[in-house]
């Protein structure tokens, strides 16, 4: 069936270090992809999106790419800050199921 | 804020009990969806509902149910409850039931079973 792989955390990285967190895919057709982000005691927020191969999603700095040849959608950052710390989700859904399929979800810490 | 309500925030309760767990979706939002987010499990999907209809269902236990009302608001139950109920339950909206739509999610109830 459908999932989704994302690498496993906790990922430690200082204040201003560039940031990826992989996640690939497995799908029988074209899904949309999106990162969900969890800050400490709060609910999931969308960070972004890409509902086609080759998009590119964007917000608050994080960036992702919907790579259909390589089933990724990696997220990235060019500098993070200590309030990126937080649980990040990778999800897809497929236009014939109602329901999100979830990764694990990455620990992401920011040291000063 | 997402616009998502979630009462209450935290639940204290015993094995065998029955609890009630409500969420007000965004105002528009046709679509409820409820998430059960464990530290073994992680997020795990329950139910969703659509315009007061279920629309699709994940790992749900028998033991749960769970309803959306006229006002669109929903009611998560759980009931003969175990320890391994234990966990933080999220409910999320979005404006219709295609998958692809952004859903937004409450701050979620933390039950724990003593």
């Known amino acids: 069936g459908d999932s989704v792989t994302q690498m496993e955390g906790p990922v430690t990285l200082s204040e201003e270090a560039f940031l990826t967190i992989n996640c690939t895919y497995t799908?029988?057709?074209?899904?949309?992809l999106f990162w969900y982000v969890q800050y400490p005691g709060e609910g999931l927020q969308l960070l972004l999106k890409a509902t086609k191969a080759d998009d590119k999603g964007s917000n608050k700095g994080f960036e992702a790419t919907y790579r259909k040849e390589t089933t990724s959608f990696h997220l990235e950052k060019g500098s993070v800050q200590v309030s990126d710390s937080a649980v990040y989700f990778c999800?897809?859904?497929?236009?014939?199921?109602?329901?999100?399929?979830w990764g694990a979800g990455t620990k992401l810490i920011i040291k000063p | 804020d997402s616009g998502v309500t979630q009462t209450p925030k935290h639940l204290i309760t015993a094995t065998g009990q029955r609890v009630t767990l409500r969420c007000s979706p965004r105002?528009?939002?046709?679509?409820v969806y409820w998430y059960q987010q464990s530290l073994d499990q992680g997020l795990q999907f329950l139910i969703q509902y659509y315009n007061g209809e279920e629309r699709a269902k994940g790992n749900i236990l028998e033991r749960f149910s769970a309803q959306q009302f006229p006002d669109l608001h929903s009611e998560l139950n759980l009931s003969s409850l175990e320890l391994g109920d234990s966990a933080l339950y999220f409910c999320a909206s979005s404006v219709g039931d295609i998958s692809n739509q952004p859903q937004h999610f409450g701050d979620g109830t933390r039950l724990s079973i003593l």
């Open positions: 799908a029988t057709g074209y899904p949309s």
């Open positions: 105002s528009g939002d046709l679509s």
């Open positions: 999800a897809l859904s497929m236009d014939s199921n109602y329901q999100l399929i």
